[in-house]
């Protein structure tokens, strides 16, 4: 996922250069949060919910700078972010809701996605069946 990410970070760096614009990166300050362990709804759970979290804070960001291109009157731009950014964002969003409500069911729903999870199968199908 980091590499993917890096990537995505990358495309946008190289279509700025392209466009004539400046990127200016900034230092990156530590996550609040280091440790990922719960008590109350376990290591996994927890580790879901601030996954969906970032999912929705970045497309909240993507969403911003959508209307940016938008008010500038930039078809091209919105274009491609839209196309290569936001439909990603959405799904991501999707898939870790489903995990999230599945991971907090209990008894054998949790214990099949956890199965899954190990295996790398695709989680959000995992939790379609689990949460029907």
Sequence with gaps: ASDEERG?????????????????????????????DNAEKGDALY???LTLSLEKLTNQKLLNLHAVAQEANDGQDDGFHR???????????KKYQICVSVRGLEGHAVWHFDQMLLNGDNVADAGALAAA
């Design 47 to 49: 580790a879901m919910e």
């Design 83 to 93: 196309g290569r950014f936001s439909h990603r964002q959405v799904e991501a969003i």
């Design 8 to 36: 995505h970070a990358e495309k946008l760096m190289k279509y700025q250069n392209i466009r004539g614009g400046k990127v200016k990166l900034q230092s990156i300050l530590l996550p609040a949060v280091m440790e990922f």
